[in-house]
């Protein structure tokens, strides 16, 4: 490495009961450079991440930070060390203001009003636009990330890390969050910078470090060594891309009629005449840019807003009016982005979660009397198809991993047989091998005839698996295009909602 | 009727004492809200402390040893809540029911022997110049310091809450454990502090009730002062002013309405006893109609390795 080392981590092991998060890891961050931390869920980047910040203390090993033995005992010590951490899931106090948050963060903070202007100052210098005064509850998730970067930057920091501070955030928040880390990179701040994504770790590492079941299985410098290599060493094994078999489209199975809806709150969008027709065996690709009626094309998709019954049918069947579990029950299956607390209950185990979508298909009731047995059975089918990491179907559902539920709640639809399936950011958060699976697995359920809806921010993973594409833009769904032959150009005027059709034919007729 | 018998002096100053005990309790229960803690033992720890500070007063002959011996025996019995909730991690709202229930036994076990007798009494503390106002003095600036003590101690705590770096980490532990934990604060021990805290005043609001405002001891002589003080907390908002003003609206009509029973008032007496109650919750809920709402972690137990 050409820079001079900031912090160095040496032989660190942490064991848990029954399993060992950290084993034996070694590795060097460099003053001003953006490390990459990468890994599998469970490969251990939380656990290690943990140690830097004091928050768990290591069974063995040592770590120097600037030439001095550093063993933070708690994260109070490690701030005053120079190191700060922006969570994943955020650690802001929703019903306190963005100031006594970021106080909360801070050793010796200054008075309100002081720490207020210096808000304001800090945000304007780094592009992160954000009024002290907003209680935390009411920002967006990209807001709430820029409380926790201003809250580390506040404290001047040498090191600061990140843990996958991308996972919530639109595609325009990434642009402006990696300028930010640029920004600190040239004043000489170190980022320790843990993500799967691996297009993002490419663009925006220096250097990177692969954990694999708890042990440092390689370094690179992200720029010259290929995503498809990273994701193979993070795996450990050669990685299959989801494959496309050649499908025969079917009939024309689910379809909406010029479908409106009103916004369902004042944070919400209104849906403007949507048609939408999707054959059997197609997968139906949508994009756009997040807060532009995603979640509410699903919700209406789904039942839980119910519009008039003829403007949308399935199966030659209007189904407007109906609501989710009648829609279940012909074999119209959705999934929602929002895992906990939308797609599962947080609280309740993984058979009761397997139930609560499950019961009908699945013939988990017996006139309003539970099967215990067969749910049971059911959440431990897609435990072991969808190789969901848990102790068992009794775990609960917050207790699992990010990616682990979501590989659950994508394998309870799957596994029901949907005739149609719309899923919402179905790989969010998910690594990359877990993802290939869902994906996959989403192709396969295409290639047994059924018509599938995937909504996604993730433009790679729309061109992988979609037959045709569309965006939302504001509510409004351009007219869908064959993947194969889409330009870039074509879908970023798309995703923009500059492209009427006459306009995307022009597109077309010079492309 | 006779209503002229009423003399308000009298009233105003009676309704401060009989408002004493509760905003002492409420006070401290507001605290353990708001780091998190739903502690339903309010009433067993406010008769522990009037049993414990009754026979400290008597023994010693001191009412302020006694009162300090109250907030001792209040925090000492909350710690078995804190063992039960914050170390067990048992089921709060039980071990809370259990607190006031073990409370009510084993005072009327501690105090069989000073059933009958006078404590001894605690001077006024007559503030100088004001209380020598005509008709405004006697009645607000002629109690006695432990009085004094409560509204002090709840302007304390609502610019404690409000503006200090204290205040601020206790909400953030009420509002968010997890998050409170990763910015490593002691979530379990300013939970701990927040109980004793709240035992210690629901302690001395006991003993105000022992040795003052009735004064002797009986058993079960708080007679769910204690649930009052939680009632109020919800609906005061977790405001402490509010509480303040919760706890004087309830022990003023209390003793307005006995009042009017004396004088002879032409309602049945069932409805004036039932008066205080209606009329402060009917209060409160329109005061309460803002968007404030409870700490989100309040009742729930926190444990660092989830």
Same mark, same amino acid.
């Given at each position: 490495?050409?820079?001079?080392?900031?912090?160095?981590l040496?032989?660190?092991?942490?064991?848990?009961?029954?399993?060992?998060?950290?084993?034996?890891?070694?590795?060097?961050?460099?003053?001003?450079?953006?490390?990459?931390?990468?890994?599998?869920?469970?490969?251990?980047?939380?656990?290690?991440?943990?140690?830097?910040?004091?928050?768990?203390?290591?069974?063995?090993?040592?770590?120097?930070?600037?030439?001095?033995?550093?063993?933070?005992?708690?994260?109070?010590?490690?701030?005053?060390?120079?190191?700060?951490?922006?969570?994943?899931?955020?650690?802001?106090?929703?019903?306190?203001?963005?100031?006594?948050?970021?106080?909360?963060?801070?050793?010796?903070?200054?008075?309100?009003?002081?720490?207020?202007?210096?808000?304001?100052?800090?945000?304007?210098?780094?592009?992160?636009?954000?009024?002290?005064?907003?209680?935390?509850g009411?920002?967006?998730?990209?807001?709430?990330?820029?409380?926790?970067?201003?809250?580390?930057?506040?404290?001047?920091?040498?090191?600061?890390?990140?843990?996958?501070?991308?996972?919530?955030?639109?595609?325009?928040?990434?642009?402006?969050?990696?300028?930010?880390?640029?920004?600190?990179?040239?004043?000489?701040?170190?980022?320790?910078?843990?993500?799967?994504?691996?297009?993002?770790?490419?663009?925006?590492?220096?250097?990177?470090?692969?954990?694999?079941?708890?042990?440092?299985?390689?370094?690179?410098?992200?720029?010259?060594?290929?995503?498809?290599?990273?994701?193979?060493?993070?795996?450990?094994?050669?990685?299959?891309p989801?494959?496309?078999?050649?499908?025969?489209?079917?009939?024309?199975?689910?379809?909406?009629?010029?479908?409106?809806?009103?916004?369902p709150?004042?944070?919400?969008?209104?849906?403007?005449?949507?048609n939408?027709?999707?054959?059997?065996?197609?997968?139906?690709?949508?994009?756009g840019?997040?807060?532009?009626?995603?979640?509410?094309?699903?919700?209406?998709?789904?039942?839980?807003?119910?519009?008039?019954?003829?403007?949308?049918?399935?199966?030659?069947?209007?189904?407007?009016?109906?609501?989710?579990?009648?829609?279940r029950?012909?074999?119209?299956?959705?999934?929602?982005?929002?895992?906990?607390?939308?797609?599962?209950?947080?609280?309740?185990?993984?058979?009761?979660?397997?139930?609560?979508?499950?019961?009908?298909r699945?013939?988990?009731?017996?006139?309003?009397?539970?099967?215990?047995?067969?749910?049971?059975?059911?959440?431990?089918?897609?435990?072991?198809?969808?190789?969901?990491?848990?102790?068992?179907?009794?775990?609960?559902?917050?207790?699992?991993?990010?990616?682990?539920?979501?590989?659950?709640?994508?394998?309870?639809?799957?596994?029901?047989?949907?005739?149609?399936?719309?899923?919402?950011?179905?790989?969010?958060?998910?690594?990359?091998?877990?993802?290939?699976?869902?994906?996959?697995?989403?192709?396969?359920?295409?290639?047994?005839?059924?018509?599938?809806?995937?909504?996604?921010?993730?433009?790679?993973?729309?061109?992988?698996?979609?037959?045709?594409?569309?965006?939302?833009?504001?509510?409004?769904?351009?007219?869908?295009?064959?993947v194969?032959?889409?330009?870039?150009?074509?879908?970023?005027?798309?995703?923009?909602?500059?492209?009427?059709?006459?306009?995307?034919?022009?597109?077309?007729?010079?492309? | 009727?006779?209503?002229?018998?009423?003399?308000?002096?009298?009233?105003?100053?009676?309704?401060?004492?009989?408002?004493?005990?509760?905003?002492?309790?409420?006070i401290?229960?507001?605290?353990?809200?708001? +780091?998190?803690? #739903?502690?339903?033992? %309010?009433?067993?720890?406010? =008769?522990?402390?009037?049993?414990? !500070?009754? *026979?400290? /007063?008597?023994?010693?002959?001191?009412?302020?040893?006694?009162?300090?011996?109250?907030a001792?025996?209040?925090?000492?019995?909350?710690?078995?809540?804190?063992?039960?909730?914050?170390?067990?991690?048992?089921?709060?709202v039980?071990?809370?029911?259990?607190?006031?229930?073990?409370?009510?036994?084993?005072?009327?076990?501690?105090?069989?022997?000073?059933?009958g007798?006078?404590?001894?009494?605690?001077?006024?503390?007559?503030?100088?110049?004001?209380?020598?106002?005509?008709?405004?003095g006697?009645?607000?600036?002629?109690?006695d310091?432990?009085?004094?003590?409560?509204?002090?101690?709840?302007?304390?705590?609502?610019?404690?809450?409000?503006?200090?770096?204290?205040?601020?980490?206790?909400?953030?532990v009420?509002?968010?454990?997890?998050? +409170?934990?990763? #910015?490593?604060?002691? %979530?379990?021990?300013?939970? =701990?502090?927040?109980?004793?805290? !709240?035992? *210690?005043? /629901?302690?001395?609001?006991?003993?105000?009730?022992s040795?003052?405002?009735?004064?002797?001891?009986?058993?079960?002589?708080t007679?769910?002062?204690?649930?009052?003080?939680?009632?109020?907390?919800?609906?005061?908002?977790?405001?402490?002013?509010?509480?303040?003003?919760?706890?004087?609206?309830?022990?003023?009509?209390?003793?307005?309405?006995?009042?009017?029973?004396?004088?002879?008032?032409?309602?049945?007496?069932?409805?004036?006893?039932?008066?205080?109650?209606?009329?402060?919750?009917?209060?409160?809920?329109?005061?309460?109609?803002?968007?404030?709402?409870?700490?989100?972690?309040?009742?729930?137990?926190?444990?660092?390795?989830?």
């Amino acid at each position: 490495m050409s820079t001079t080392a900031l912090l160095n981590l040496d032989g660190l092991t942490k064991a848990y009961p029954g399993v060992v998060a950290n084993d034996n890891v070694t590795l060097s961050i460099g003053a001003g450079e953006i490390h990459a931390l990468l890994g599998e869920n469970g490969a251990g980047k939380s656990t290690l991440v943990k140690m830097i910040y004091g928050l768990v203390q290591p069974d063995t090993g040592t770590m120097t930070l600037r030439g001095a033995a550093y063993h933070p005992n708690e994260p109070r010590e490690a701030r005053k060390n120079g190191v700060a951490m922006v969570f994943q899931h955020f650690s802001l106090f929703d019903a306190l203001n963005v100031s006594e948050n970021i106080a909360l963060g801070m050793e010796n903070p200054p008075t309100m009003r002081d720490l207020a202007s210096k808000i304001k100052s800090v945000s304007q210098t780094y592009g992160l636009p954000l009024d002290p005064y907003r209680t935390v509850g009411t920002l967006s998730a990209g807001e709430r990330q820029r409380v926790e970067i201003i809250r580390c930057l506040l404290q001047d920091p040498k090191l600061l890390i990140m843990d996958e501070p991308t996972s919530v955030l639109t595609p325009q928040e990434v642009e402006i969050l990696f300028q930010t880390l640029r920004k600190l990179k040239s004043e000489g701040t170190s980022i320790l910078y843990i993500s799967h994504k691996l297009e993002e770790i490419r663009s925006l590492c220096d250097h990177a470090t692969i954990l694999r079941l708890g042990k440092n299985v390689g370094e690179c410098i992200p720029a010259q060594t290929s995503a498809r290599d990273m994701a193979e060493l993070m795996v450990g094994t050669a990685l299959t891309p989801p494959e496309r078999t050649q499908r025969d489209l079917g009939p024309t199975l689910l379809q909406t009629f010029d479908l409106s809806t009103p916004a369902p709150s004042a944070f919400g969008t209104a849906l403007k005449s949507i048609n939408i027709s999707v054959k059997r065996g197609e997968i139906l690709g949508i994009g756009g840019v997040a807060g532009n009626g995603q979640d509410e094309l699903l919700s209406v998709l789904c039942g839980e807003t119910t519009v008039a019954a003829e403007k949308i049918s399935f199966a030659a069947i209007p189904v407007g009016a109906m609501c989710p579990n009648a829609r279940r029950e012909l074999g119209l299956l959705t999934a929602p982005e929002e895992r906990l607390g939308h797609a599962a209950a947080p609280d309740m185990s993984l058979t009761e979660n397997a139930l609560l979508t499950g019961a009908i298909r699945e013939g988990l009731e017996n006139r309003g009397f539970l099967k215990w047995t067969a749910a049971k059975s059911f959440a431990e089918k897609i435990i072991t198809a969808f190789d969901v990491r848990t102790p068992g179907p009794d775990s609960s559902a917050r207790s699992l991993s990010g990616g682990n539920l979501q590989k659950f709640v994508i394998g309870r639809e799957v596994l029901q047989r949907p005739k149609a399936l719309v899923v919402n950011q179905p790989t969010w958060g998910v690594d990359a091998a877990a993802a290939a699976a869902i994906r996959q697995s989403l192709l396969d359920l295409a290639t047994q005839g059924a018509a599938i809806i995937c909504i996604s921010q993730d433009l790679d993973e729309l061109m992988e698996i979609s037959d045709s594409f569309s965006a939302l833009n504001e509510g409004r769904l351009s007219t869908p295009q064959p993947v194969h032959d889409l330009t870039v150009e074509t879908i970023g005027l798309m995703m923009g909602g500059a492209a009427t059709d006459a306009a995307l034919q022009n597109q077309e007729a010079t492309v | 009727m006779d209503l002229s018998a009423i003399n308000p002096a009298l009233l105003i100053a009676s309704l401060m004492v009989a408002a004493t005990p509760i905003l002492f309790a409420a006070i401290g229960e507001l605290i353990a809200e708001k +780091a998190g803690v #739903l502690n339903l033992g %309010v009433e067993g720890m406010m =008769i522990i402390g009037a049993v414990a !500070g009754f *026979a400290v /007063a008597v023994e010693s002959g001191s009412p302020l040893l006694g009162f300090a011996a109250a907030a001792a025996a209040g925090a000492a019995f909350s710690m078995l809540f804190v063992i039960m909730t914050q170390l067990a991690l048992a089921n709060q709202v039980a071990s809370g029911l259990a607190l006031t229930l073990f409370g009510l036994g084993l005072s009327a076990l501690l105090g069989q022997s000073y059933v009958g007798i006078k404590p001894p009494k605690l001077d006024t503390f007559d503030i100088p110049i004001l209380s020598e106002i005509p008709g405004i003095g006697p009645a607000l600036f002629s109690h006695d310091i432990v009085l004094y003590f409560g509204i002090a101690l709840t302007f304390v705590i609502w610019s404690g809450l409000k503006y200090s770096r204290a205040g601020l980490v206790l909400r953030a532990v009420g509002e968010n454990h997890d998050a +409170a934990h990763a #910015l490593g604060y002691k %979530v379990m021990r300013i939970r =701990i502090l927040a109980i004793l805290f !709240g035992g *210690a005043c /629901a302690g001395l609001g006991g003993a105000y009730i022992s040795l003052i405002r009735v004064p002797q001891w009986t058993q079960g002589m708080t007679a769910g002062i204690g649930w009052i003080a939680l009632a109020l907390v919800v609906f005061s908002s977790w405001k402490p002013l509010r509480t303040l003003l919760g706890a004087y609206l309830f022990g003023g009509i209390t003793v307005l309405q006995l009042n009017f029973q004396a004088a002879g008032v032409a309602i049945p007496v069932e409805y004036l006893a039932m008066s205080p109650y209606l009329i402060t919750i009917l209060v409160l809920v329109i005061l309460s109609a803002d968007k404030s709402g409870a700490p989100a972690a309040l009742g729930r137990n926190f444990h660092a390795s989830r």
